[in-house]
């Protein structure tokens, strides 16, 4: 049984029926125009949007349908992470090849469903149409915060410090792996990596504490790679970055992925994409507002670099014989592509 | 030039530079992980999402990109328009084929924009992705209302009466003049029923006032169609319907076209969709609260019928020869094809 199969208002009431009930807030859920939702109480509303699309952001042949629902959502809850946001309701909006079969669009909205209970998210709305090419999965998550606590890209000045959470490259070589293994077995050394590829945790801890406590001057997701975030902290705030190339955190399966195929693993981790970290810039006299973080985000932050004030990206290297050696930090300008 | 031959950061800039100066209740606009807004006082959020996808709800051989940005920012304002909303704001998610002009890009937009402005809502983000397929265009608005005015689909009762905005059946008949003429010159009489097509206009006015004035018990607006909108209100009710044929409202050149046709106008003007009027219930007893709908709401209204307890959907005809016959309201239940 395919998605052609069922009505428009079966296919609604199959996601329905597995949503946990409504919170209080929330006026009018699925099922009518629009969803109605009481504001929360001296917070400023936070919305976000993001689609994945497949051929673009996932191949089918090696993603299953739980991993595409929870990307989907992972992706936003990135994104109102980076902004020290607490989620809150999420629109579902698909575009549905007729081919897909009823098994796959239930877990693709059960996954999603899923995430959202984890993370506090109510499925209050959304819009199924039909595509005669991919399958296109578009939420709209909002979220909401205190006006002090907002992140935003632009509060980076020169001395700051330049924070990364959890380690980088494994999403990166978790795809590659995926899509070379994908009829074969695949190592086991990758699983981690292929589990952050496919299942991106967004760091909503996190990004919540370090809006918090204002330890942080300047916030991004790392949804398009270190180097493109670098890159955006650095326009926003009107300053350069010196990074440490030691230093950057990256998963060790990844750095072996990497290194076995005479691939440099601190430019793969810096350009590979979908880690779905925060890249954060913290002013030195608030350093010791990161212990809390540390102690209750749920994953490691590493400083990588500092903010200068000459407005470039640079990357620092030591030679093996003890020299160290600058290059600028790739990125920053691709193609529509 | 295509959006292929520009950056992601291009294209978003090329929105940005045609966005009118943001409003002051929003805090981060285009640029950032997510877009911040402070809710408005005393108003409750209402939240809706849809997507126009290439293939399935316009043709770009005759639909131009002028049409496709205004449409899919319509759909959504007739979605507030319904729940007595008052739109505020809007996130754009495009997924854009790489072959697509830059010229039609900007098109898209600015008539975005344009309609936007319109109403009054600012555009606050959004995401770039690229398609393999279609382009899919997918906007996410959200306005405001007070609790009190919130309209929604299940508040119909046995004895009120069912109403409908403007007329119906233009847009059915423009698509099928647009596709069946669009390689020739097209009728003249057909052209408010192309632009009724092309650039529906949403009831934000008439839903504004309806709700403001507690005149409607139950409003949708019909994207679908009257048939299916009848069904949807009659379900989320539980009353049934006697709709009298002769009164629904029919657009002249589409009356023209169907019956050119060999088609029963009326049957045509229920079943087609893309009108996007209000079909809305009133008790009776609050039937003088529509005057200032009908003064102020820019749309006439008429009533085609009364609800019922017996939960049945009827279409009463006249005949010519004087006497009346009762057929059931086609449609309300079509699969996902």
Redesign the interface.
Known sequence: MT?????????VARISSRLPPAPSWL??GI?????????ARN???????????????FDRRFVPPEAIGHRALAVNLS??A??G?EPR?A???F??P?ALPCNDFDAITSSIIRLADKHHVHV???????????L?V?I?V??T?K?RN?L??HGARPGHDVYVTGTLGAAASGLQALASYHNGTLPTTLEPCIRRYLYPEARTRCGLLLGRNRAASAC??LSDGLADGLHRISE?SGVGMLIDAGTVPIEPGARDWFMDRGLDPVLQAMSGGDDYELLFTVDPRRRSRLVSVTRHGGAPLTRIGSCMAEKELRLRRRLDDGRTIEEPVPGG?????
């Open positions: 998605v052609a199969d069922l009505s428009e208002r079966e296919l006026v009018v099922g009518d125009d629009a969803a109605v939702a009481e504001p917070r400023l509303d936070v919305l976000t949007v993001d689609s994945i699309v497949e051929g673009i952001h994104d109102l980076a902004m946001a309701l629109l579902l909006s575009a549905l007729p209050a709305g959304g819009n199924l149409t039909r595509s005669p090419g991919p296109v578009d709209t909002t979220g915060a006006r907002i935003t890209r991004l997701d926003a300008f691709s193609h529509f592509r």
